[in-house]
């Protein structure tokens, strides 16, 4: 019976274990989580979402600050239009998360870093280009490009000296998606050095529509193999979204996959930057706690806890602040949602907002518990403790729970009763 061990991820001329823990904005898949993964021979991902507010928190920064105070005048207007992003800030938050992430990397491993196109910042291409090249002017082993693929990514950055050197993946759920991406990077001679595709049953926000569960993860992928054997293409590939188990990794392993990509059984770890609290939430879940919905101002579907006090809260846009989301013309569509609801009720200080959610606070302030489908499966991943709360896992742990496992098993961690969850 085989173990994930038991195969190699090449890239290159390199071969690393065949697990990548995915890149989880804002935030979650911390510097720590990514080192792990590194150092255990793997590949991790840090996250550039929010890259500003992030680097306040671990280097003291003000990007934040400064902003807000810049556009403290809007904060009354509907219209958000005016805020944009300093594009030499936006590199200097970007080189200090990456670079510090990278000094910091020990072992035979990769860190990526994992870019939500989707981030469309007032000035889509822009922005896009100022994140892609100062992680790579920092250094960064490898870039996915990820929610909201713009077909013209590696354009942006093919007059970098790294464009040829560095790791560029992308992440698609379909084999359409993928024949336009390679389509449009055929006349830059530079094809993608890894695919990752991501099936219906992942977490964050979901490359399908809210008829996701007429679709397998297992099928997909056999569609993409037989697309690119035919084309006699060879790029490998890396299944993501509901890899549970090693078996569930060696399942597609013995097809032909070259690695799997995880995210949601790392949650629960030390490393994982969302609060304690909210893991002790991941961990309680039941499935029908876990709902797919349609809040996210992105369009796309994206899964979490019905908990969340994300939904229907109705705090004013962030956007001063923050404006991630803002799209080519400035707006986002919370903001519709939210203005539409404040000239509704007049007479309400705060009205709930139902069919949106501001994803840039509720994401910064760890509110938005978005999470993979299998989440409801974590308590059997780990020990009940005496105080009702779960074991919160060390990511050394779940790795090597995936990398040697057979059987479908799950190894419980060590008991240790007085660990305060
Ligand atoms: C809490 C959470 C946050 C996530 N955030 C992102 C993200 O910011 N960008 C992204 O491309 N994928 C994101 N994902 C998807 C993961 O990177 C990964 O591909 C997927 O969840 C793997 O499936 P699994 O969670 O079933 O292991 C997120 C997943 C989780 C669980």
């Not at 050197?165 to 993608?192: C, D, H, M, T, Y």
């Not at 799209?327 to 519709?336: L, R, V």
Request: glycine share 8%.
């Amino acid at each position: 019976m085989k173990r994930v061990d038991d195969f190699r991820l090449r890239l290159g001329n390199k071969e690393y274990v065949p697990i990548m823990i995915g890149g989880m904005g804002v935030d979650i898949s911390t510097s720590e989580l990514a080192l792990e993964a590194a150092r255990l021979g793997g590949i991790g991902h840090i996250s550039d979402a929010m890259v500003q507010d992030v680097s306040d928190r671990k280097f003291d920064t003000t990007f934040v600050k400064d902003k807000t105070k810049l556009y403290k005048f809007n904060i009354n207007n509907m219209d958000k239009a005016v805020v944009q992003f300093d594009l030499e800030r936006l590199a200097e938050a970007t080189r200090l998360h990456v670079g510090a992430t990278m000094a910091a990397k020990k072992g035979d491993g990769l860190i990526f870093v994992n870019c939500m196109e989707k981030l469309t910042m007032n000035a889509p291409k822009e922005t896009l280009r100022t994140r892609l090249s100062s992680a790579l002017d920092a250094g960064i082993d490898g870039i996915t490009m990820s929610a909201g693929l713009h077909l013209g990514s590696f354009e942006l950055i093919k007059d970098h000296p790294r464009f040829r050197e560095a790791k560029l993946g992308i992440i698609v759920s379909s084999v359409r998606a993928l024949q336009l991406f390679l389509r449009k990077v055929a006349k830059l001679n530079r094809l993608p050095d890894f695919i990752i595709v991501e099936g219906p049953l992942a977490g964050g926000h979901l490359g399908f529509g809210f008829d996701w569960k007429n679709y397998d993860l297992h099928l997909i992928i056999d569609e993409i193999l037989a697309y690119l054997r035919q084309e006699n293409i060879d790029i490998p590939l890396i299944a993501a979204g509901g890899v549970f188990t090693g078996s569930d990794a060696v399942a597609f392993l013995e097809k032909g996959v070259a690695g799997v990509q995880v995210a949601t059984r790392f949650t629960v770890t030390h490393e994982c930057g969302m609060p304690e609290s909210v893991k002790q939430e991941y961990f309680r879940a039941s499935e029908e706690d876990i709902i797919v919905n349609g809040i996210s101002p992105t369009g796309y579907p994206m899964r979490m806890l019905k908990s969340t006090p994300a939904i229907g809260s109705g705090i004013r846009p962030g956007c001063e602040s923050y404006g991630y989301l803002l799209d080519a013309t400035g707006n986002c569509a919370y903001i519709n949602s939210y203005n539409r609801e404040v000239l509704a009720n007049p007479e309400m200080k705060n009205p709930p907002v139902m069919d949106k959610t501001c994803l840039c606070t509720h994401m910064r302030n760890y509110n938005c518990w978005t999470c993979g489908h299998y989440t409801y499966r974590l308590k059997d991943t780990t020990h009940k403790l005496a105080d009702g709360n779960y074991q919160v896992l060390s990511a050394e742990h779940v790795f090597k729970d995936y990398q040697f496992s057979v059987d479908n098993q799950i190894a419980l961690p060590e008991r240790q009763e007085s660990v305060a969850a």
